[in-house]
């Protein structure tokens, strides 16, 4: 917890580390309360640095020293100073190497913050990115200080029959006292934050990998007995990433052994931990009645992300934390291409634009707004966010495009060969990139520097007797936190053009000509002329989201629902009903304003009715032109955020659209739907994901028919997509049955955790009345439980931040709750705490009286006594 005035990390200020530790020999006797840790550290100076000072400080916290020795003599307590956050030991050897040999006590069952050491549910595990190392034991807790590992577990064998930590299993044996010890070994020298080490009682199911060397990979992954029948679909998810990465990247794996963990309790997604993933059980456990498709493609994506760091991330790693997206805006752009190739790249990259502009542009937009490289920070682990992860993802892949697959391929191939086993920064992977092509990305570097979301504003000229289109885009970015004013950037914005008939019109710039361009946008200002053009054409700008910007062009409704008829890129087709959809929202939303009666334009009915007659190979792609924009996203694009106008202004449009074209809704519906055990295969998700749109547009009618269908299909369904899609439509709906399905479903699925976090948050999601009314009631449910993070972020979380009407209430009930829980959490989990404190950080968007209600809130947390470093910056960040 934080004294006085927690102390701000700059970028500027980093230095090498003084000290190297070469390798740990690291020793654990396991107990839930009282667990013991000796360590002996074989360090010596960094011939790279030449500082004077004779002293070693190694971090650590929360720890007990039981003795602490240098070169095997135990120190005297003059010899050394304990602080909250380190040990100071006033005199090492400078000449020679030296070990320091430490025992530690700390106690897993009172560490409800899961970093460093803790229990889950019966088992040990640890978590120690970004610098949870220093709850384990003294040490340099700092990415570019490389070690290898040799680890002893030593634990009760009935309790902790599974004992792993990193590398490969060097020996094992019992003792005489009912205890057994397991010795591993992990032959690449890492950073402490990819130390891991689990005991428990565990199942493993196991497989096996050949790779393209012909190399034979064991392949474990280890859960609690009642989850042994939920593996498949992870474990043929790591085979496929494995395979895709020697593919696409030509990686190999490089232990004997892979592992991977599944624990209930847990702050995120997963863990890549040398040879030792640990996961949250929701990114592992599928079983198709127990978890839905989009279940089983986050599965596939996490367990490829995970897999994906033990080149990009852990070979070569970060020299500090405010490299961050080296490793993870590189592993997410390599996570998004795997899943990409694994399903459907239109439908991936719909996916990945539409969480990054919802959620990625308004912390862009808002006071916690930071560039990709941060240069300062509180809390580490408060910058692991949608900017650091989504946006950074983002401008990889503008270096892919700009490079071509080729061309980027050269240069991940320069990159892992030249820094392999180094900790190196975001720079060294741009200039690998240049040297491996033989070219300049000067401008492009301000991508990692500069926050904010671009802005390009576009106008046309279309000049008929010289037949050519002249195409002005302007750039520009709003001010972010300490950056007041920003610099031009290099923009690749992809272009085609459409001749008026729907058909493709060659692209032609002075000589070249092709059906699509890269434009390089690089100034303030630039003007793109096209020649050769007979008549107007239509532009399709910025194809497959080239860049992560904000594009304002002035479009007729009838170009858009061209678009969506017509364009060939695929993104751009679907974005040409989102935009349309959305003008069509705020036309309503003014009239709600100004009091006139809502009438739908016939050009949205049109649009969607040619949209459900087209016929479409990929029914998941068909289904997403059908989903309106979400309240978040329509949100993001107003000056003062109004959330009721907003809500009655989509639900008028989504229900007039089923009113409309409620045959074609329901012949599609009967088309669609099978009585099917759930497989995950692309068929099949495509059915369940169109037939499923349909039913929640027929949802909405409020009629018999409806509530029919959605019974029947809740009480039939065999699979989790097609039994959860039904009770949504009966929980966000007048559904008489809603009370007796809800308690069914409960019943039906108590034993499964996963699923009970579905049936919170869809209930803590609802925009119907009482919706508050039931959140506090949930909150005092027996199976929730404010030290499980997913059940936290399933309840609170889903309020807070799915939920706009309730949650922005205008009596502020909602804001008042959100604070209490973030005090509560504030004292067990800061990371879990300080992310739900971002519920309120948007608080300037919204009209003055929410203004003033959410601003209170966060003054309040502000001000509370015993407040953690995480929850301080995001809480005074946000007001400030
Ligand atoms: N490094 C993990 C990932 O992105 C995320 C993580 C960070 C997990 C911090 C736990 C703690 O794959
Ligand atoms: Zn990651």
Not at 360 to 378: C, K, M, N, S, T
Not at 689 to 707: A, P, V
Request: proline residues 4%.
């Amino acid at each position: 917890m934080r004294e006085a005035t927690p102390k701000t990390v700059y970028l500027k200020d980093y230095t090498p580390p003084e000290y190297l530790i070469d390798e740990i020999e690291l020793t654990f006797e396991l107990d839930a309360e009282r667990t013991l840790v000796r360590s002996h550290l074989s360090l010596r100076r960094n011939p790279q640095c030449h500082s004077e000072c004779v002293t070693l400080e190694l971090q650590g916290e929360e720890l007990e020293l039981l003795s602490v020795a240098v070169n095997g003599e135990k120190l005297a307590d003059t010899d050394f100073v304990i602080t909250p956050e380190a040990m100071i030991i006033r005199r090492v050897p400078q000449d020679k190497a030296f070990v320091v040999s430490i025992e530690n006590r700390i106690n897993p069952a009172a560490n409800t913050a899961l970093e460093g050491l803790y229990l889950s549910s019966s088992m040990l595990c640890t978590q120690c990115e970004a610098q949870g190392f220093r709850k384990i034991t003294w040490f340099l807790d700092r990415p570019d200080v490389m070690t290898r590992f040799k680890t002893t577990l030593i634990a009760d064998k009935n309790r902790y029959p599974v004992l792993l930590s990193n590398g490969n299993r060097t020996g094992q044996g019992d003792l005489a006292d009912g205890r057994h010890w397991v010795g591993w070994q992990d032959p690449f020298a890492k950073p402490c934050y990819l130390f891991a080490l689990v005991a428990g009682q565990l199942e493993c199911v196991a497989d096996e990998f050949i790779t393209m060397s012909g190399r034979r990979i064991e392949l474990e992954i280890f859960v609690e007995q009642h989850n042994v029948d939920k593996c498949a679909h992870a474990m043929q998810s790591l085979k496929n990433a494995m395979r895709w990465d020697e593919e696409t990247y030509g990686l190999e794996y490089d232990l004997d052994l892979y592992m991977i963990v599944a624990v209930d309790h847990f702050n995120m997604g997963a863990m890549e931990n040398k040879g030792l993933n640990i996961f949250n059980t929701k990114f592992v456990l599928a079983r198709p009645d127990t978890a839905t498709d989009s279940d089983y493609e986050h599965i596939e994506g996490v367990i490829g992300h995970e897999y994906f760091h033990n080149w990009s991330g852990n070979r070569v790693t970060c020299r500090d934390w405010f490299q961050l997206s080296l490793k993870e805006g590189f592993t997410v752009f390599r996570d998004q291409q795997f899943s990409g190739d694994r399903t459907s790249p239109a439908v991936k990259r719909i996916e990945d634009v539409n969480a990054l502009r919802t959620r990625q542009f308004a912390e862009d937009a808002g006071p916690l707004a930071h560039p990709v490289r941060p240069e300062a920070y509180i809390e580490i682990n408060n910058f692991y966010t949608l900017t650091v992860y989504e946006k950074g993802a983002e401008v990889v892949r503008m270096l892919h495009t700009l490079l071509g697959s080729e061309g980027f391929r050269k240069g991940c191939d320069l990159y892992f060969k030249r820094h392999d086993g180094q900790a190196v920064t975001c720079e060294d992977f741009i200039k690998a990139l240049e040297d491996a092509n033989g070219v300049e990305f000067g401008q492009f570097r301000r991508w990692y520097a500069q926050a904010g979301t671009p802005l390009l504003t576009v106008t046309q000229h279309y000049a008929a007797d010289a037949k050519q289109l002249h195409l002005t885009i302007q750039q520009s970015c709003p001010p972010t936190p300490n950056q007041p004013v920003k610099q031009a950037l290099h923009i690749p914005v992809k272009l085609g053009l459409l001749n008026q008939d729907g058909s493709t019109a060659t692209v032609r710039m002075r000589d070249n000509s092709a059906t699509e361009v890269t434009l390089n946008l690089t100034e303030t200002e630039q003007t793109f002329v096209f020649e050769d053009l007979p008549t107007q054409p239509v532009v399709s700008l910025l194809r497959g989201f080239s860049a992560p910007v904000n594009l304002n062009m002035e479009r007729s409704l009838e170009e858009l629902a061209f678009l969506l008829r017509h364009d060939s890129d695929t993104f751009n087709r679907w974005e040409a009903g989102q935009q349309l959809a959305c003008q069509i929202i705020f036309g309503l939303m003014t009239d709600l304003q100004n009091g006139r009666a809502l009438q739908l334009d016939e050009v949205m009915i049109d649009a969607y009715r040619s949209v459900l007659s087209g016929s479409f190979d990929d029914l998941s792609y068909q289904a997403l032109l059908l989903a309106l924009p979400e309240e978040s996203y329509l949100a993001g694009q107003m000056a003062v955020i109004d959330v009721d106008a907003i809500h009655q202004a989509r639900e008028f449009v989504k229900t007039t659209l089923a009113t409309r074209l409620r045959t074609e809704f329901q012949a599609l519906y009967a088309q669609h739907h099978r009585d099917e055990s759930g497989c995950f295969d692309a068929g099949a998700v495509g059915r369940r994901r169109m037939k499923n749109t349909c039913l929640s547009y027929l949802s909405k009618l409020e009629i018999e028919d409806s509530y029919r269908l959605a019974t029947q299909q809740f009480q039939t369904a065999r699979n989790m997509t097609d039994q959860m899609a039904a009770l949504a439509a009966i929980v966000n709906s007048y559904h008489p049955n809603k009370a007796d399905s809800l308690e069914s479903f409960y019943r039906q699925w108590e034993q499964e955790a996963l699923v009970i976090d579905k049936w919170f948050a869809l209930q803590a999601s609802s925009s119907l009345p009482n919706t508050f009314a039931t959140v506090q009631a949930l909150m005092r449910h027996p199976a929730f439980d404010m030290k499980t993070p997913n059940r936290v972020r399933a309840l609170i979380g889903a309020f807070s931040q799915a939920n706009p009407v309730h949650f922005h209430a205008k009596n502020g009930e909602g804001y008042q709750f959100l604070a209490d829980q973030v005090l509560v959490l504030n004292e067990l989990n800061p990371q879990i705490a300080s992310r739900m404190v971002t519920g309120l950080a948007q608080w300037r968007r919204y009209d003055p009286e929410r203004q003033a209600l959410m601003k209170q809130q966060l003054q309040r947390i502000v001000a509370s006594e015993h407040l953690s470093k995480d929850v301080y910056e995001i809480a005074s960040k946000s007001l400030a």
